[in-house]
T-cell receptor
Framework: DTAVSQTPKYLVTQMGNDKSIKCEQN?????MYWYKQDSKKFLKIMFS???????INETVPNRFSPKSPDKAHLNLHINSLELGDSAVYFC?????????????FGSGTRLTVV | KNEVEQSPQNLTAQEGEFITINCSYS?????LHWLQQHPGGGIVSLFM???GKKKHGRLIATINIQEKHSSLHITASHPRDSAVYIC??????????FGEGTQLTVNP
């Protein structure tokens, strides 16, 4: 299946831990994104990579670090997790850096920090 | 004030009704997207518009660039249409700015 796949789907962890969320797309897209959806269902962009190069870096705490080993993968590493990091994180991809051909979203990772 | 405003925030309809969800934006855009998020959480892209009108099955999306306004219409609504519908605009680069979503519930 051609898709954007995220793992894990659910992640429950304690405050202070370090965790990673992985994202892979097999669509041949060259731009990938991380979005955060808060408890009110509001989506906001966090990061965007085009061909492994960071092109969007919103005001996100330094504890969040994206890593793109190749253009098909964009992982999100979070250090020293806090309660406020609890949210659903969506990975997405698009063809072309401008997203002019639409976006494909992963199914989301629900992160719960306790 | 958010750059993208949707109305209504919540909408309840009876099966078969014609539904309209509105989206207004305040920035210059190159494209507008309508997304659907089902209760299971996954997000599906429904439409990408830069002008005019698009139709997929029972769904119709329109955009008026001069008025900075878009509408999503659902004809002959069905309970399986129950979802959150999200408007998003592409302004600078590849950044998407999202509306807060409209929760649609269609009752049988």
């Amino acid at each position: 299946d051609t898709a954007v796949s995220q793992t894990p789907k659910y992640l429950v962890t304690q405050m202070g831990n370090d965790k990673s969320i992985k994202c892979e797309q097999n669509l041949g897209h060259d731009t990938m994104y991380w979005y955060k959806q808060d408890s009110k269902k509001f989506l906001k962009i966090m990061f965007s990579y085009n061909n492994k190069e960071l092109i969007i870096n919103e005001t996100v705490p330094n504890r969040f670090s994206p890593k793109s080993p190749d253009k098909a993968h964009l992982n999100l590493h979070i250090n020293s997790l806090e309660l406020g990091d609890s949210a659903v994180y969506f990975c997405a991809s698009s063809r072309g850096g401008g997203g002019n051909y639409g976006y494909t979203f992963g199914s989301g990772t629900r992160l719960t920090v306790v | 004030k958010n750059e993208v405003e949707q109305s209504p925030q919540n909408l309840t309809a009876q099966e078969g009704e014609f539904i309209t969800i509105n989206c207004s934006y305040s920035v210059g855009i190159s494209a507008l997207h309508w997304l659907q998020q089902h209760p299971g959480g996954g997000i599906v892209s429904l439409f990408m518009l830069s002008s005019g009108k698009k139709k997929h099955g029972r769904l119709i999306a329109t955009i008026n660039i001069q008025e900075k306004h878009s509408s999503l219409h659902i004809t002959a609504s069905h309970p399986r249409d129950s979802a959150v519908y999200i408007c998003a605009v592409k302004s600078s680069g590849s950044r998407l700015t999202f509306g807060e979503g409209t929760q649609l519930t269609v009752n049988p």
